[in-house]
């Protein structure tokens, strides 16, 4: 993030073919849409930019996130902005014009941190069978979205989903192919899921999906998208279908009280027959 054009076409030069993905933003309005967009492992920052500065951008990403490696690019003359940064939770800061080699060894070690976090993380906080996020992961994002929701007063919106007489297919054909249809099921619907947007097993044949930014009709849309993706694929070759119950979330009602009305509009999708959307 640099709103010098000379420095910004020079450091993407170096390290466009080092690392995986590079995105180059020139302010800390535009930096911050793309950490939104894409959550890099390490972002590169100047301090003073134009629309949004450096620090103001750094600050709306250690809202949420404290993983992330920023590294800070800085003048001499700005001993005082960089102590603001420091205690604002970046990694580390190269003095301008940055020595190459100076900037790609603090970035490797940066990335290599993140990187064994992350892992960490995932072992943490996966579940073991599907490999999407677990209960108590989810829990925890669901209080950072919420929090977000009512601070900007963006939209959010859950989705509470049900395999369809999941216990049946477990008792008919056993647990090995009820465990297939489930990685599918979780594999199918990650792939239709936002960067930004959450799968995680709640229990057993339950899954909730969090939806940042998301009203309660463009929920209702995806969570009809998901189910006939699923009854379509056929997982074993077999004909398998879901429930799901729909909620926007209110700003004056807790996280579990969201939850229980996501679980009421399931039940009356089950109620209702199953294989239906209800929100």
Request: hydrophobic share 40%; glycine share 6%.
């Amino acid at each position: 993030v640099e709103d010098e054009p000379d420095v910004s076409v020079e450091i993407a030069r170096l390290l466009k073919r080092r690392v995986g993905h590079l995105h180059v933003a020139a302010s800390g309005r535009e930096g911050l849409r793309l950490y939104e967009d894409h959550h890099p492992d390490v972002v590169l920052t100047d301090i003073r930019m134009p629309e949004m500065s450096g620090l103001d951008m750094i600050a709306e990403i250690r809202k949420t996130d404290d993983v992330t490696s920023v590294i800070c690019l800085t003048a001499y003359e700005e001993n005082g902005l960089l102590m603001r940064a420091i205690q604002m939770g970046v990694h580390g800061y190269l003095v301008k014009p940055a020595n190459p080699a100076e900037l790609i060894e603090t970035l490797r070690l940066n990335a290599e941190r993140v990187f064994a976090h992350r892992n960490l993380e995932k072992h943490a906080c996966r579940d073991y069978l599907t490999g999407v996020w677990n209960r108590k992961a989810c829990m925890e994002r669901l209080e950072v979205e919420a929090a977000r929701a009512r601070s900007t007063e963006m939209a959010l919106s859950l989705l509470y989903l049900d395999l369809d007489n999941f216990k049946i297919l477990n008792d008919s054909y056993g647990h090995r192919i009820g465990d297939l249809v489930l990685r599918r099921m979780c594999d199918l619907f990650q792939a239709r899921l936002r960067a930004t947007e959450l799968l995680a097993r709640w229990g057993g044949e339950e899954f909730l999906i969090v939806l940042p930014d998301t009203q309660l009709e463009g929920a209702r849309a995806l969570a009809e998208d998901l189910r006939v993706t699923l009854e379509m694929d056929r997982p074993a070759g077999m004909r398998v279908t879901a429930s799901l119950g729909a909620a926007a979330f209110r700003p004056e009602e807790s996280i579990e009280d969201w939850v229980a009305r996501a679980d009421t509009r399931l039940y009356e999708a089950t109620r209702r027959g199953r294989n239906r959307v209800e929100g």
